[in-house]
């Protein structure tokens, strides 16, 4: 079975960092792509990060660019999305999600997280 488990949210002070973590397991992580998302409430689901499993390269949305940086440990199946000089504007819940391929692609993504929280006061 194939799951995905996010960790590591919580509430932060603005400027502060959080480290969120995917935990894969049922598949190989080795041939799947590992995206990032949020949804805002009120607001449509948007991508924040990827990272290809076929050369490491990286994906980040514009908005979180020079602030987050994403990251995958193959010996533990995990992605981690380091977060720093976090915004109240990040507030959202944050998903995990395997892609279709190796490659970090607009779609699909076919199996996802439960997500975690992130709330950033101001």
């Known amino acids: 079975e194939v799951q995905l488990v996010e960790s590591g949210g919580g509430l932060v002070q603005a400027g502060g960092s959080l480290r969120l973590s995917c935990a894969a397991s049922g598949f190989t992580f080795d041939d799947y792509a590992i995206g990032w998302f949020r949804q805002a409430p009120g607001k449509e689901r948007e991508g924040v990060s990827c990272i290809s499993s076929s050369d490491g390269s990286t994906y980040y949305a514009d908005s979180v660019k020079g602030r987050f940086t994403i990251s995958s440990d193959n010996a533990k199946n995990t992605v981690y999305l380091q977060m720093n000089s976090l915004k109240p504007e990040d507030t959202a819940v944050y998903y995990c999600?395997?892609?279709?391929?190796?490659?970090?692609?607009?779609?699909?993504?076919?199996?996802w997280g439960q997500g975690t929280q992130v709330t950033v006061s101001s």
């Open positions: 999600a395997r892609g279709g391929s190796s490659w970090c692609t607009p779609g699909p993504y076919d199996y």
